[in-house]
């Protein structure tokens, strides 16, 4: 699409908005900037982030004469592709696109993303880092923090790009196709922006849509929507299993992985030789491992660069000891799919911290996985009545709630005994405490930091 001296809405004006702004006003494209929120200071905004005083930002309600005007809309991953505003601009006749498809079309070289509802971060970060010792010109992008859009004009066609990619922007996408791509689980989140399971895994099973067979997707055998999705998807399926020796892919066998690519089983490293723990992140390590394999990386340089991994800030990132007692930051940790991972890699009696913004998850199985495990369970936020409730139910009642975070963590630093561990993992979005979960990674750290050995 010729986008030379034409209007673009960019609807968004967090991360993802800016850079898409940046990118279309790079590439002679006009960017108008829309955001709801009618508080939002314009000429802050531009003073911040570096935009010129011409650039057109919109606040509040998007005047319907401005649609006559427009050539393309760019949602940022915020704004829902099935909103007010996006069926308007569709049944204007303007074209929409996310974020991630504005990057894919101005970017250049080749592509692996990597999807999943939990994991993708550890996994896409793992990916970089063995592309960076195998390209000198390697982006890791998308969902991890650094905008596509940002990144995208600094490409070559010498270039590899390795991007986290969330449901939120593959709802956005219509070109966009990986040479490589990954989904490594899909377990119930954001229910309240995609309704149903069928639709969100539909969403994440969509990064392969414009794949074929000379494309590859790695997928986790034992997650019961990969397993049936595997025999309908476009690309060539690479399996990965943490409960099973497979016969065509990669697996887990007691504390080995190992692969098998229709050759025989071969040997590939010992979990003990990573700085990682949790089965989770054993497959985190498998997805990448047949992520990086396929894409051509020698395996004696994706092995190397395993090894020497460090785990991801804020997902069961040690933090310190204290005490006695060790401080472990899950705030990555949002919903109970990712908090079950975290509670089951402590292998220690554990005071845990949970509770945050409701996405109308079901907190059931994250508290049966507690396993007896859990001495403490302190919760905050908005869904700590509804959490105590289905505790109770489980008969767990060694649970308190708190008024603020900082309680929280003094309940835990006063009930804490040499030997235990003390997990924020909150099985919760940040929203309504926090700008982010990184923030509430963030306190976590400094509070530990300030506790007096």
């Not at 070109?175 to 989140?189: C, K």
């Not at 994440?204 to 025999?231: H, M, W």
Request: aromatic share 8%.
């Amino acid at each position: 699409m010729d986008l030379i001296g034409k209007k673009v809405l960019v609807a968004g004006c967090g991360k993802s908005g800016i850079g898409s702004a940046g990118l279309l006003r790079r590439f002679g494209a006009v960017p108008v900037l829309y955001d709801a929120n009618e508080k939002l200071d314009a000429e802050k905004l531009r003073r911040d982030n570096g935009l010129s005083e011409e650039t057109e930002v919109i606040t509040g309600e998007v005047p319907e004469e401005l649609f006559s005007g427009l050539s393309l809309a760019v949602l940022s991953p915020g704004v829902p592709a099935d909103g007010p505003l996006a069926v308007s601009l569709r049944r204007a006749g303007i074209p929409v696109w996310g974020e991630v498809e504005l990057a894919w079309h101005y970017g250049k070289g080749r592509l692996i993303a990597i999807t999943g509802t939990n994991g993708k971060t550890t996994t896409t970060a793992l990916v970089g880092e063995i592309l960076k010792k195998y390209s000198d010109s390697a982006f890791v992008v998308g969902n991890i923090g650094i905008p596509y859009t940002q990144e995208a004009p600094n490409m070559t066609e010498k270039s590899v790009t390795v991007a986290e990619i969330s449901s939120f922007q593959l709802e956005t996408t219509a070109d966009f196709h990986p040479e490589v791509s990954a989904i490594l689980n899909i377990t119930p989140d954001h229910l309240n922006r995609h309704h149903t399971m069928e639709n969100y895994a539909a969403v994440k099973e969509s990064i392969t849509k414009n794949q074929g067979k000379s494309d590859f997707c790695v997928l986790n055998r034992e997650d019961p929507y990969l397993s049936a999705f595997g025999e309908t998807c476009p690309a060539r399926v690479i399996w990965f299993s943490s409960a099973r020796k497979l016969a065509d892919g990669y697996y887990l066998d007691g504390e080995t992985i190992c692969r098998n690519l229709g050759e025989g089983p071969e040997t590939l490293l010992n979990v003990n030789e990573m700085n990682l723990i949790g089965v989770h992140n054993y497959e985190n390590v498998m997805a990448a491992i047949a992520v990086s394999a396929a894409f051509g990386v020698p395996m004696d340089m994706i092995l190397s660069a395993v090894k020497s991994f460090q785990a991801v800030e804020h997902r069961i990132e040690y933090v310190a000891t204290k005490k006695g007692v060790a401080y472990y930051n899950d705030s990555k940790g949002t919903n109970p799919d990712a908090a079950i991972r975290a509670i089951r890699a402590m292998r220690w009696p554990t005071l845990l911290i949970g509770g945050g913004y409701d996405k109308k998850s079901r907190y059931d199985e994250w508290i049966e996985a507690f396993d007896g495990k859990v001495k403490l369970l302190v919760l905050i936020g908005q869904t700590k009545n509804k959490i105590a409730a289905c505790a109770k139910v489980h008969g767990l009642y060694n649970v308190v709630t708190a008024d603020s975070f900082q309680e929280a963590m003094e309940i835990c630093e006063q009930n804490a005994a040499p030997g235990d561990a003390v997990l924020l993992s909150p099985a919760c979005a940040s929203w309504g405490m926090f700008a982010n979960y990184e923030e509430r990674g963030r306190m976590f750290k400094e509070f530990v930091r300030q506790i007096e050995e």
